[in-house]
Structure formats: structure tokens, C-alpha cells
């Protein structure tokens, strides 16, 4: 199918100028270690089924995305196996028992090439779908996704992912300081804290859109099917 060059999804604060030849699906950081029963988040103490409940709504999306031949992104938060881009500041946050590169129950926590830094089964991207591998919580930081996006002339984000507060608000905060429109399904993203959950998307949409839009999948899917 091929949606309008304009297409509008509602939204709040107010509706969201889609337009889908210059708009791509950013799926933040849906990594096993953060999502799947018996890895790192859970080894912490959160709930993951905060976060599992985004799973369904994900696949919705990127199955329809992929049917309208949209283009799709992915990234995953995690750090090479010597950990050299591995600031201090960032290892012993939490003053945790386990750390950033230490052995966990999918591998080396938050590191490239193990287990639990990976994609979940369920969204695994496609060999055509680029991976962003990110040192940080914003996926611009120390990484080529803007040049990604500019070589393909994408001025739209859809953002997904978790967690609301951290790596996707980052997100949403670099790529409207670069010019990016960005438009957040509320059902899409989660935090292992409903408070946090709660407050990341207002400060998104507050003020007018500061950040940029929030709505449901389902405003988004009307529009694709």
C-alpha cells in the first residue's frame, strides 16, 4: 500500500502531520536483557511484565509498518567487549552488585555480541533494517543514526521502545534539537516504573509539543491499514 504524502494521526497536543515517504519507525533498545524473564532488569528487582506489555502493540505497528514498505531502525544500548566507551560515571551507577560488563544471567551485562544484549525474537529486525548500537541512553549520541537519516531523507520519527524516561525521552530530546518531528504511541513504550511511565510522556506533549507528539498505536495503525 501507499499511504498519503500527507496523512493525519491523531494526536495530542494536536494532530501530527504524518507523512510517510519521509517518516521511520525507531524501535528503542528491545533487548532481552531488559525484557525477557530472568535477565538484567529483572536481576535488579523491576517488573519486566511493565515493559512485555509493549511487545504486542510493537509487533502491530512494525507488521503494518513493514506492509507499507516504511523504513525501519532499530538500536541497542550496550558497549564494546573491552569496554573502552565505558565512562566510569556509567559503570558504577547504583553502586550495584553486578555491573556493566560484569557476568550476567544472558552474558556480559550491556555488552555487544552477548545474549542478552540482542533484540527480542518478536521484533528482531530484518537484514534491511538498520541497527544502531549506542553507548548511551540518546541514540544519537556517539553513533552515525542522524547521517542514516539524512541519506534517506527521513524528517519523521515514530519512537518506540523502553524505557519511556530514559533511552526513548533522550531519544525524543536529540532528534527535536537536530529537527526531527517525533510522534510517540503511548502503548508502544514502557517503564518498569508506571509513575515514570506516566510523567515521561507529559513532558513530552507538555508546553505544546516541546518534544513532540503522543498518541495511541491504534491512531497510528488507522492510518497505515
Same mark, same amino acid.
Given at each position: 500500500?501507499?499511504?498519503?504524502?500527507?496523512?493525519?494521526?491523531?494526536?495530542?497536543?494536536?494532530?501530527?502531520?504524518?507523512?510517510?515517504?519521509? @517518516?521511520?519507525?525507531?524501535?528503542?533498545?528491545?533487548?532481552?536483557?531488559?525484557?525477557?524473564?530472568?535477565?538484567f532488569g529483572e536481576m535488579l528487582g523491576n517488573d519486566?511484565?511493565?515493559?512485555?506489555?509493549?511487545?504486542? #502493540?510493537?509487533?502491530?505497528?512494525?507488521?503494518?509498518? *513493514?506492509?507499507?514498505?516504511?523504513?525501519?531502525?532499530?538500536?541497542?544500548?550496550?558497549?564494546? #567487549?573491552?569496554?573502552?566507551?565505558?565512562?566510569?560515571?556509567? *559503570?558504577? *551507577?547504583? *553502586?550495584?552488585?553486578?555491573? &556493566?560488563?560484569?557476568?550476567?544471567?544472558?552474558?556480559? &551485562?550491556?555488552?555487544?555480541?552477548?545474549? +542478552?544484549?540482542?533484540?527480542?525474537?518478536?521484533?528482531?529486525?530484518?537484514?534491511?533494517?538498520?541497527?544502531?548500537?549506542?553507548? +548511551?541512553?540518546?541514540?544519537?549520541?556517539? !553513533?552515525?543514526?542522524?547521517?542514516?537519516?539524512?541519506?534517506? +531523507?527521513?524528517?519523521?520519527?515514530?519512537?518506540?521502545?523502553?524505557? !519511556?524516561? $530514559?533511552?526513548?525521552? !533522550? !531519544? $525524543?530530546?536529540?532528534?527535536?534539537?537536530?529537527?526531527?518531528?517525533?510522534?510517540?504511541?503511548?502503548?508502544?513504550?514502557?517503564?518498569?516504573? #508506571?509513575?515514570?511511565?506516566?510523567?515521561?510522556?507529559?513532558?513530552?506533549?507538555?508546553?505544546?509539543?516541546?518534544?513532540?507528539?503522543? @498518541?495511541?498505536?491504534?491512531?497510528?495503525?488507522?492510518?497505515?491499514?
Open positions: 500500500m501507499n499511504p498519503d504524502p500527507t496523512t493525519t494521526i491523531e494526536a495530542e497536543p494536536y494532530p501530527f502531520a504524518f507523512q510517510p515517504a519521509a @517518516c521511520a519507525l525507531l524501535i528503542i533498545d528491545m533487548q532481552r536483557d531488559f525484557l525477557e524473564p530472568g535477565g519486566v511484565s511493565q515493559l512485555r506489555r509493549t511487545i504486542g #502493540p510493537n509487533r502491530r505497528l512494525l507488521a503494518a509498518w *513493514r506492509a507499507a514498505g516504511l523504513q525501519v531502525l532499530h538500536t541497542r544500548e550496550g558497549h564494546r #567487549p573491552d569496554l573502552t566507551d565505558l565512562p566510569p560515571a556509567k *559503570r558504577v *551507577r547504583g *553502586r550495584a552488585k553486578s555491573c &556493566i560488563g560484569d557476568p550476567g544471567p544472558m552474558g556480559r &551485562i550491556l555488552v555487544r555480541g552477548e545474549a +542478552g544484549h540482542d533484540i527480542i525474537p518478536e521484533l528482531y529486525p530484518l537484514p534491511t533494517e538498520p541497527v544502531i548500537d549506542k553507548p +548511551g541512553k540518546g541514540a544519537f549520541f556517539a !553513533t552515525d543514526l542522524h547521517a542514516i537519516l539524512q541519506n534517506r +531523507g527521513i524528517t519523521q520519527l515514530i519512537v518506540t521502545g523502553v524505557t !519511556t524516561e $530514559v533511552c526513548v525521552n !533522550t !531519544t $525524543v530530546r536529540e532528534a527535536n534539537d537536530r529537527g526531527y518531528d517525533c510522534l510517540v504511541p503511548a502503548d508502544c513504550v514502557g517503564s518498569y516504573f #508506571p509513575e515514570f511511565q506516566e510523567m515521561g510522556l507529559k513532558m513530552i506533549k507538555a508546553q505544546g509539543g516541546i518534544f513532540g507528539w503522543v @498518541c495511541d498505536s491504534a491512531n497510528v495503525l488507522a492510518v497505515l491499514n
